[in-house]
């Protein structure tokens, strides 16, 4: 059986918008580090066509410092499954649209051992949290007041208990805590 790996952005007042992290390199060590532990990764449509906008272009020309161009290339390789309702296809390199509901879709594809990264949207993170599918949270709490943006798993609806099993504090302040749910 797979398992799913969520890793968000946040700040200290709980916003997850991308625009208020730090986005360093040892930042970007830590994402590419979870990224080799998995077999692809889950995008919402929001997500999906932020990160489409800016990767692939990355990737393809090797522009940029080193460790964003090492980023954008291992991201490209990667399976990247997207959840939409809205789009009809996705071309970016190894995309593969999913149009069933999250609770049907991502069940299948943990049948089938994949261990997926979620990485970023609050939207798809919060639903799959409310269905028990999250294996590990990996919070990365930026240095930040943010006052504004989308809140960190604002969909759950129930109580969520998590234990703490690793801390890792970055020079730039951010700090990664990571938990697994408590079942």
Known sequence: ??????????????CCDHRQAIADEELHQYSEDLMDRTDGGLFGRETYQLMESAWPAIASSGKGPPFLVDFARKLDQKPKYVFSRTLDHVSWHNSFLLKGPVSEEV????????????????????????????????????????????????????RLNLILIDTKRFDSGVMALSYTPVR
């Open 1 to 14: 059986m797979g398992r799913v790996i969520l890793q968000m952005n946040v700040t200290l007042d709980g």
């Open 107 to 158: 069940p299948k594809l943990l049948a089938e051992g994949k261990t997926l990264l979620v990485n970023g949207g609050p939207g798809l993170g919060s639903t799959l949290a409310q269905l028990g599918l999250v294996d590990e949270y990996h919070f990365l709490v930026q240095p930040i007041v943010a006052g504004h943006g989308p809140r960190l798993l604002g969909g759950i609806r129930d």
